[in-house]
């Protein structure tokens, strides 16, 4: 099973990213999925995270109203779009996947699926 993270990179600050995650190996159609980041010096904090079907959505409060995290099933992706960003931003992406749970939990040993994550630097 792989979770693979894409679509970091340098941005201005204000500026907007999309973060992708495809599972292969096995279907996460039926679990909750979320987004994960650590920056520099900093423990992991949890992002957003989404339901199995895509109906419920939740996110931290320092993303809230600027970041949104979708899925599609079909594809057995996840996305994460951010928009207005901001220099404490900058920190490495992960996506999770849990294997039983088909909401989301902010607690990332809730999750048994890991991608490599994905860089993304914001410049002021």
């Known amino acids: 099973v792989q979770l693979q993270a894409s679509g970091g990179g340098l941005v201005q600050a204000g500026g907007s990213l999309r973060l992708s995650c495809a599972a292969s190996?096995?279907?996460?159609?039926?679990?909750?999925m979320a987004w994960f980041r650590r920056a520099p010096g900093k423990e992991r904090e949890f992002v957003a995270g989404?339901?199995?079907?895509?109906?419920?959505?939740f996110y931290s409060d320092s993303v809230k109203g600027r970041f949104t995290i979708a899925r599609d099933n079909a594809k057995n992706t996840v996305y994460l779009q951010m928009n207005s960003l901001k220099p404490e931003d900058t920190a490495i992406y992960y996506c999770?996947?849990?294997?039983?749970?088909?909401?989301?939990?902010?607690?990332?040993?809730?999750?048994?699926?890991w991608g490599q994550g994905t860089l993304v630097t914001v410049s002021s």
């Open positions: 999770a996947a849990d294997q039983v749970a088909v909401v989301a939990s902010i607690a990332a040993r809730s999750y048994e699926y």
């Open positions: 190996g096995r279907t996460f159609s039926a679990n909750a």
């Open positions: 989404i339901s199995w079907s895509g109906t419920s959505t």
